[in-house]
């Protein structure tokens, strides 16, 4: 099927559009599997683990496992782009990522349920993301040698097909209906110039075009496909690098019920193009990030992660840190002042205001709760409770008390617990 120009022109902003030379319209819709795993996952574990593993039939006999096993060498693509990805998080790092997400173990052991499925369904994006890259790969290994994309030797013209299926994968549903470009990369790419005032993903569609005309000459022009391939490849970079911001602004901004889920997007989103990345920047990401290794992420790590980003000249492929513009939420004059990042991890200490709000809710409904609450905490803060920190002996707990004595003196010995 052949997409038409004016419905795919409307939706990037009246860009000439990729119109794919073959049809691939069945490998577009491995979004619909997509969209078929995140509705399931939460509910059945089972039988989304069954439609990652076999697929769901929407896209032939394709599976996000088998994109996520794909090798690349075996099947006549140079890794060189997939490298960076093994060096970073190691061998088979896509499918084990998604089996310990759906099963939340491995990397996920000890997380909650809300980061494990969050992180299982951004990284299905991830896996056609890379299985799109990999098309690109292969165009570029038939080209080398010698097959030009369009209608090759055989009557369906797929002796190099590889540019139009990584759109495909890359865009997912081409067809102008209701799931048109939804559940796919391309669609994350139309979110984050959304949330960033950017065009990452109209740049995308620009270099797929240049790369699918040079695949297309006859003969293949090489340099000009690597050129365009690569462009594509520093929208990836931008735009992932731009999702990895955004989720880590919202762990330290958003309510605790929603740390674990922004987490998870922030390092599945990172993930999806980390190894595309400066390795050093990659590497210190990857340690900020991956739950396996990082406790909780503290405030200020949008802003040192900012930082850090500003300090490298090229993110990867030629992605600049000024291109990427900044989080439409995140208030100006937001890093300007250096946050205070503690040393240790506090943050079962912090939540000590969980245990406040929670009393504050329920005080005038429920009074009893609300003294069991000040006295016992609600074990949101572990064993803490306020009763607890109104009644501390400053000196029998080794701290000289100078700075409490002008309370003794103004409102008398245990005025603190007494008052409450």
């Known amino acids: 099927m052949i997409i038409q120009s004016i419905v795919l022109a409307a939706l990037v902003g009246g860009v000439v559009p990729y119109t794919p030379l073959t049809d691939v319209s069945s490998h577009s819709q491995i979004a619909l599997t997509v969209a078929n795993f995140t509705a399931v996952l939460s509910e059945n574990n089972a039988l989304a683990m069954d439609i990652y593993m076999n697929g769901d039939g929407q896209s032939g006999t394709r599976s996000v496992q088998k994109m996520a096993t794909k090798d690349w060498v075996a ?30 173990n491995g990397l996920f052991e000890g997380q909650s349920k809300s980061m494990c499925d969050i992180s299982a369904k951004k990284n299905q994006l991830c896996t056609t993301l890379a299985y799109a890259n990999y098309e690109g790969a292969k165009a570029l290994a038939q080209m080398q040698a010698g097959v030009s994309a369009g209608v090759g030797t055989k009557p369906d013209g797929t002796d190099n097909k590889y540019m139009d299926e990584l759109f495909a994968f890359w865009y997912g549903v081409y067809d102008g ?40 000459a006859s003969p293949p022009d090489i340099a000009a496909f690597t050129a365009a391939y690569e462009a594509y490849l520093q929208t990836i970079v931008s735009t992932f690098a731009q999702a990895t911001l955004k989720y880590v602004y919202k762990v330290e901004t958003g309510d605790a019920d929603s740390v674990d889920k922004y987490w998870g997007e922030a390092y599945s989103y990172f993930r999806c193009a980390g190894g595309l990345m400066d390795p050093a920047l990659g590497a210190t990401i990857e340690k900020k990030l991956n739950p396996s290794i990082a406790k909780s992420i503290p405030v200020g790590s949008y802003c040192s992660m900012k930082k850090m980003m500003a300090e490298t000249a090229d993110l990867g492929f030629g992605a600049t840190p000024e291109s990427l513009g900044t989080y439409k939420d995140v208030p100006d004059g937001y890093c300007d002042v250096s946050p205070y990042i503690p040393l240790t991890d506090v943050s079962s200490h912090a939540r000590i205001a969980l245990t406040v709000a929670n009393f504050t809710a329920v005080l005038s409904e429920n009074n009893a709760l609300a003294m069991d609450i000040y006295m016992n905490g609600d074990g949101q803060s572990g064993t803490r409770s306020v009763q607890k920190m109104a009644t501390k002996d400053w000196v029998a707990a080794g701290a000289d008390d100078t700075y409490l004595q002008g309370f003794v003196e103004l409102f008398g010995e245990d005025y603190m617990h007494s008052y409450n």
Not at 84 to 101: I, P, Q, R, T, W
């Open 75 to 104: 099947a006549g693509a140079d890794d060189t782009y997939l490298q960076g990805f093994v060096e970073l998080f190691g061998e088979d790092y896509m499918h084990s990522y998604n089996l310990d997400a759906i099963n939340c």
């Open 177 to 216: 209906g209701e799931d048109d470009g939804k559940y796919s990369s391309g669609a994350v790419q139309g979110k984050r110039d959304s949330d960033f005032s950017t065009a990452f993903k109209v740049a995308a569609i620009a270099a797929m075009k240049d790369a699918q005309t040079a695949a297309a």
